[in-house]
């Protein structure tokens, strides 16, 4: 039934963005203009949630201009699709992983990084500083697309189907589905399992499926999109702190007036503010039914030789983007001033062959 359902919505999907395609660049009657905004989580998702108040903010100030059509659950296709489509202006805005825009900016790796954040504090703060996101959500004009906020995604841990992750070894010869970006390819090749890249909406039936034993992602994708039916470990390693990004095309953002960009810019804040403080209850919600309803175990090993393993990608990458260590040396900043509180949380130590600095000190 499950897999009827998803064929279904494939359909229909297909057909929608024919339709969406068929009218790009056009207005409906009365002058008023799509905005049309995909991503590919369900419609209880807090991400939904907050783009649909965007929505009724957008509208309540320029309704009588633009109209703001929200499309969920990959209507509009993959992340990688949707990217695609907002490049060229098919579609305005979408949300996409950071690990999906690694393949488009070099800059996105950074964000990428295991174990780059010390706390969801650190992390946060980090995030809301526009020296540290400005030059990677700027670095995809000339691609024809830019970043206009960061959407929070958790933390990132393993869940299996039958073999519970307590360690790094216990992932050997396991196949795990990771986001499309050579920096997750690469973590899963050090931790010893075997990277499946493949889009999210695939995930499911491979599952079901046994074409992968396992998957990594946040507690929603057990509920929300159903893989807690099938994977019964959830293992908190933490081993990534990763946001989604909301992008939005250049030519219809430069498009704007200076009075409707402000409007936009204080609509992009206000989905930030309501995905946030929608995120913790739903978290929560989503580990309980996880746990009580689909029979999910959650595990809580120990995360640093996790952490060990992963850290050579550190100055792997510093070596490869120079450029980026100003922005990196800022996030170790935060993570000197937002430690990890518990056993549980991460802690971000830097690598012994990369110069440290007084920010990277005080994590000793």
């Known amino acids: 039934m499950k897999q009827y359902r998803r064929m279904c919505a494939v359909m229909v999907g297909a057909g929608m963005l024919a339709a969406v395609l068929s009218g790009c660049g056009s207005n409906e009657g009365g002058g008023r203009q799509s905005v049309r905004i995909g991503h590919n989580q369900a419609t209880d998702h807090p ?5 649909l108040e965007f929505e009724k903010y957008i509208e309540s100030k320029l309704g009588d201009k633009y109209d703001v059509e929200i499309y969920p659950s ?7 699709d949707m990217v695609q489509l907002t490049q060229t202006g098919a579609v305005d805005f979408c949300v996409a992983s950071n690990s999906i825009l690694e393949t488009f900016s070099e800059n996105y790796t950074l964000f990428n990084l295991p174990y780059l954040f010390a706390s969801a504090e650190a992390y946060h703060a980090a995030m809301d500083d526009t020296e540290v996101v400005d030059p990677i959500f700027e670095s995809t004009k000339k691609a024809g697309f830019e970043a206009v906020t960061w959407i929070d995604a958790g933390t990132r841990n393993f869940y299996t189907v039958s073999v519970p992750i307590e360690a790094p070894e216990d992932l050997k010869g396991l196949k795990i589905r990771v986001q499309q970006s ?4 690469r973590m899963m090749d050090l931790l010893g399992g ?22 990594e992602n946040n507690e929603m994708a057990l509920t929300s999109n159903g893989h807690g039916d099938v994977c019964k470990y959830y293992s908190y390693d933490m081993h990534q702190m990763i946001p989604d990004i909301l992008i939005g095309n250049c030519a219809f953002l430069e498009g704007l007036s ?3 960009r402000e409007i936009f810019e204080e609509g992009f804040a206000l989905v930030n503010r309501v995905e946030r403080e ?5 978290v929560e919600a989503a580990k309980e039914r996880a746990e009580h309803d689909q029979g999910v175990t959650f595990l809580y090993p120990d995360t640093k030789p996790f952490q060990e393993t992963c850290q050579a990608m550190h100055s792997e990458m510093l070596g490869q983007y120079p450029d980026l260590k100003p922005i990196y040396d800022k996030i170790l900043e935060y ?10 949380e991460v802690v971000c130590m830097p690598s012994d062959d990369l110069p440290v600095s007084e920010g990277e000190r005080a994590l000793h």
């Open 47 to 51: 991400t939904n949630v907050a783009l």
């Open 74 to 80: 990959e209507l509009l296709g993959s992340q990688t």
């Open 182 to 185: 050579p920096t997750n390819v």
């Open 194 to 215: 075997s990277a499946t890249p493949m889009g999210f909406g695939d995930v499911y039936t491979a599952l079901q499926s046994k074409v992968i034993d396992g998957a």
């Open 258 to 260: 200076d009075e409707e």
């Open 278 to 282: 929608e995120w913790v209850n739903a």
């Open 335 to 344: 993570n000197s001033r937002y430690p990890a509180e518990t056993e549980e």
